[in-house]
């Protein structure tokens, strides 16, 4: 039996001592963040990938270690259990192994079976399998036993039949066979319910639609489930017609393997074959379909989460614009457009309403007051939410930039998903407890635009909406992988102690909320932290913590020029060697890359700094507390491209990938409306994996190939050589390239869709993906899959 360190070891590719010296540091409470950047000698130098993978198949692991100890002690007390039982248990490596060998025991509520051997019939149950020449009615006679009903031969056949339906089905050998068997020749079929056409007019490529089990990406499943959820569709389980009319059945057959019988016209085989063929079909059938197709719902719901967790990462690591004096645009008609302007700390100098748009029209007054506004305060950055009058608005700012041509200012379109879910958050309410809502939604709009990440982890990531389904899935699993994406992205930044907020330091290895807010009031009490070492003041901030957070945690301009960096304080004795040994301050070396690259950092490893500390050390002086996120950039969105009816056909546009899903990525065009570039139409060679070619954030050009008024569907291509399709009179022109799987695209603030709607296009809040794409997506979908799958 292979212990959970050699397990891991196989399945992450690396050596058991990496994986025993990296569970050692996850057992005393240190971090995946830390280990990955700090204890890379320990363990042999696994990434932050590898580090959660190892997190989370070690919590499996464990968990089944336990449950097999509870499966064997209760085998024990039960004075059931055999060497060849144990073994078995003791060599299953998944929990539906460990599940399937425990049934038998398993303490359960009374069965038919058990009413049966409470009769005393398993005798005849027995000898009926054992020897069946026998006469079953005329054996059955001397069964009859008034006390428990069994008052003919019939009765005493229908118990004996539940005896052995139940022993068979509780097989772990045949469980496994035909587990096996289903998952790779059955089918997933969908059909609509009776009378919901209508109703269920977004489901409708699935009316009758039928994949493999194994096969099925996790969008069509997770369609097929909302499908069924809202009574739209009946889901099941199917073998292909040729097996599922074979005779026998193939999973009846097994049943009589298993059994070790066969029909040979003996007296009692005609019973015994309704024995089998019950035992598949009323104890094995739908227990089976319910497992597998919760198998298939299972792996739908975890690449679902994968999508999720790449694209939040995608967006927290976007661009930050700067520390910049920004103005914050909540747009709106009959309620004006919202206006702060926060300094470039992100602290709120002024807020107001205009209202240039319909109703009331004041453009004149509301240029004057937006440009007196960036006068007074020197802005340089206008931060515009996408939502409602959103590109109207754009033009107003763009105004304010013409007429300020000496004061350079920069306008930018920004998402709003979750502003609403901030602005009502208590959060908010604590930040700004004499501010509207409505205003506090600007302001995250506005610093959003400065530093996305360090805004971001104010909300829920689950309502950030840059997933595919995300109210479909698992949440606790949804908020765990979400919760490492954050704290990943968060501590590969680091943050500045004296500026950053309590829910950012939150999010920091090693701290939590209750520390993080202890060093914010000691910030306010005792004003900016001069040095690390400060830190260990905080209340509650002990060795532990300081050793897994200070790394991560930097003092821009403190005493000592190495609380900048992301070198952690245990190592700064290294650096303080290596100013003694060339005979220079310590704080020349910082940036000093031309000295820097002439050290050999071999020179300097000891028994407890290795040459990848030493290496990272270095590096890290070259340009201490860089950020790791691309250089800022904004799309330049069309000039008189404002609404769906201004786009055409083969009209070339920038934009900004908004999602990515498995079928596509969704781009802003700034008409309100994000379109689909289908994964066929992203690059000029096939894409298997539209992650590959592009993330959330990214500027990319696109071209219009078709654009449905009705539905509010637009279809992009970035294959510049694509041409629409001219369709037949009365047809809606389509793209050549599979039709796009054309959904529209609607980000809203507080529902968190980014990008992805339900089935049908219609915009539903808290994300989804999409059930109908077109016929000839699917079909081009289902083929590459066929294809890849032979």
Known sequence: MRSIEQIIAEEIGCQERQVNAAVALLDEGSTVPFIARYRKEVTGGLDDTQLRNLEERLRY??????????????????????????????????????????????????????????????????????????????????????EHKIATAKDALDGAKQILMERFAEDAELLTRLRTFLWDKGQIQAKVVEGKEKDGAKFSDYFDHSETLKGIPSHRALALFRGRNEGILHVSMVLPEELENAQPHPCEAMVTAVADWQHAGRAADDWLKEVMRWTWKIKLNTHLETELLGRVREMGEEEAIQVFARNLKSLLMASPAGPKCTMGLDPGLRTGVKVVVVDATGKLLEHTTIFPHQPKKQWDQSLSKLTALSKQHGVELIAIGNGTASRETDKLAGEVVKLLKDQPIQKIIVSEAGASVYSASEMAALEFPELDVSFRGAVSIARRLQDPLAELVKIDPKAIGVGQYQHDVSQVKLSRSLDTVVEDCVNSVGVDVNTASAPLLARIAGLNSTIAGNIVSFREKNGAFASRANLKLVPRLGDKTFEQAAGFLRIMNGENPLDRSSVHPEAYPVVERIAEQHGRPLKDLVGDVPFL?????????????????????????????????????????????????????????????????????????????????????????????????????????????????????????????????????????????????????????????GGAQRAGGQPQGGGGTFADLFAKAKEEKQKKDSKKRS
Do not use: C, W
């Open 597 to 753: 690259k002439k050290v050999n950092a071999a020179d300097f490893t000891d028994d407890n700094f290795g040459l990848p500390t030493v290496t990272d050390i270095l590096s890290e002086l070259e340009k201490p507390g860089r950020d790791p996120r691309p250089e800022f950039k904004a799309a330049v969105l069309k000039e008189g491209v404002e609404t769906l009816k201004d786009l055409k056909q083969n009209m070339i546009l920038e934009g900004t990938v908004t999602n990515v899903t498995n079928f596509g990525a969704f781009v802003d065009v700034g008409v309100h409306q994000d379109g689909l570039v289908h994964v066929s139409a992203l690059a000029d060679k096939f894409v298997e994996d539209p992650h590959q070619v592009v993330a959330p954030g990214d500027i990319v050009k696109v071209k219009v190939l078709d654009v449905d008024l009705d539905r509010k569907r637009i279809s992009l291509t970035m294959r510049m050589g694509d041409q629409p399709t001219e369709k037949p009179s009365g047809q809606r022109p389509t793209s050549n390239r599979a039709n796009q799987a054309n959904k529209g695209n609607n980000p809203r603030r507080g529902g968190g869709n």
């Open 61 to 146: 692991l464990r968990e089944m270690e336990e449950r097999r100890e509870t499966i064997l002690k209760s085998i024990t007390e039960q004075e059931k259990l055999t060497p060849e039982l144990e073994k078995a248990i003791k060599a299953a490596d998944t929990k539906t192994r460990l599940e399937d060998l425990y049934l038998p025991y398993k303490p359960k509520r009374r069965t038919r079976a058990q009413i049966a051997r409470e009769a005393g019939l398993e005798p005849l149950a027995n000898s009926l399998i054992d020897d069946p020449t026998q006469d079953p009615e005329a054996l059955a006679a001397g069964y009859l036993n008034e």
